[in-house]
């Protein structure tokens, strides 16, 4: 075995991963900077490079995306794994933490959450929509906490990706009309709606047990 060889492909490795590393994190200071409808462009003048050198590092304009995304995504889990803290039978504080951590992330970073959401730099549908796979990965950590709880496997499923679903739709409602409400009270009226409902059908998960 050549160690010498073996030295320098781990160096350039470790060179090829920090320079992807910095290219995201240029393309996040582009999209701060010029919106969720950033080109290509804008972000290689961000970076200090060219386009083809950004394609060398990721492929392609999904492969960029991709990895804005997955960049994004543990920070947004952490946040509302931080956010959400119910220990409770409370179903409405459940749907409160949840909608209040996810609008204030929105409220804090804006251009991101629009840029992730709305996918400017792929053209066409994704096979694999890293949007969808955090969405899932949000709703199965609600799904964990009712779990958690006592609920029923099957019935926590369904619960949780359902409440998923109505906070990222509220909150993408609330963007559309500019955020001129708090976002406390979009989190209250989304805990008023949702929260007595999951009250209501606690009777269905007794009859799962």
């Known amino acids: 075995m050549n160690t010498q060889t073996d030295g320098r492909d781990t160096r350039w490795a470790e060179h090829r991963r920090e320079r992807r ?11 701060r900077r ?22 060398r590092h990721f492929g392609d304009r999904p492969g960029l995306y991709r990895a804005v995304v997955e960049k994004t995504a543990q920070f947004i889990l952490d946040d509302l ?28 970073d804006p251009e991101i959450y629009r840029f992730v959401m709305s996918r400017p730099l792929v053209d066409g549908d994704l096979t694999d929509d890293p949007v969808t796979g955090l969405t899932m990965r949000i709703g199965e950590r609600m ?19 359902a409440l998923v679903g109505a906070v990222r739709a509220a909150t993408d409602q609330w963007i559309r009309s500019g955020m001129h409400r708090p976002a406390d009270d979009v989190a209250g009226d989304l805990a008023a709606l949702v929260g007595p ?10 009859e799962h047990r």
Do not use: C, M
């Open 143 to 161: 799904a964990d906490i009712l779990r958690s709880r006592g609920y029923d496997a099957d019935l926590a499923d369904t619960w949780g990706h």
């Open 197 to 206: 409902a999951f009250n209501l059908v606690t009777t269905i998960n007794e």
């Open 81 to 108: 794994h931080a956010s959400v803290s119910w220990t409770g039978d409370d179903l409405p504080g459940l749907v409160r933490d949840l909608a209040s951590g996810y609008l204030a992330l929105v409220q804090r």
């Open 34 to 55: 010029q919106g969720a409808t950033v080109s290509l462009d804008d972000i290689a003048a961000e970076a200090g490079t060219s386009k083809p050198v950004i394609y």
């Open 21 to 31: 590393i910095e290219l995201v994190e240029s393309t996040l200071r582009a999209i």
